[in-house]
């Protein structure tokens, strides 16, 4: 794969869990949400969630109660950095993760081409609720964005 096949913005297709028994799980659901962004200048944005988040009872960002910050938290997953592509593997370097312990991390991704338009990022094995799984992760390339008012001229 060519670093110029990569670059642009994916869509997530399925997120899947693989624990050391051979076991997949989907922990974000049968339809998470998600987009990947890679930038030609070497920057990238990542965010996941669960489909059909609920929320706040209350439209103030920071007025959720603790349970309603605590299930935001467990559905939602974010970072952004910087990237290096060495066309079978990719590497995340961390600057910003709304899970903190990420921040200053570089996080490996073997990267497989699954058909013209979809691609796979597989995480090494690492702790994830308290257990041992690699993930995969499957990113459909994102059609072009028109916004309705590029639409109407």
């Not at 090494?124 to 072009?144: F, H, I, N, V, Y």
Request: net charge negative; aromatic share 12%.
């Amino acid at each position: 794969m060519e670093r110029s096949e990569l670059i642009g913005t994916w869509r997530l297709v399925a997120f899947e869990s693989h624990d050391e028994a051979g076991t997949i799980t989907y922990p974000y659901g049968d339809a998470p949400e998600g987009f990947i962004v890679y930038a030609p200048d070497g920057y990238m944005a990542y965010a996941m969630q669960t489909a059909h988040r609920p929320p706040f009872a209350v439209n103030d960002i920071l007025g959720g109660t603790e349970a309603e910050e605590a299930a935001a938290y467990a559905s939602y997953r974010s970072y952004c950095g910087t990237y290096t592509f060495f066309g079978d593997r990719i590497e995340h370097h961390v600057r910003v993760s709304l899970f903190p312990n990420r921040m200053g991390e570089v996080q490996h991704r073997r990267v497989t081409r699954e058909s013209a338009n979809r691609i796979a990022l597989h995480s090494p094995p690492m702790r994830s609720d308290g257990k041992t799984q690699t993930m995969r992760l499957l990113w459909e390339k994102a059609a072009p964005f028109v916004s309705e008012a590029e639409d109407a001229l």
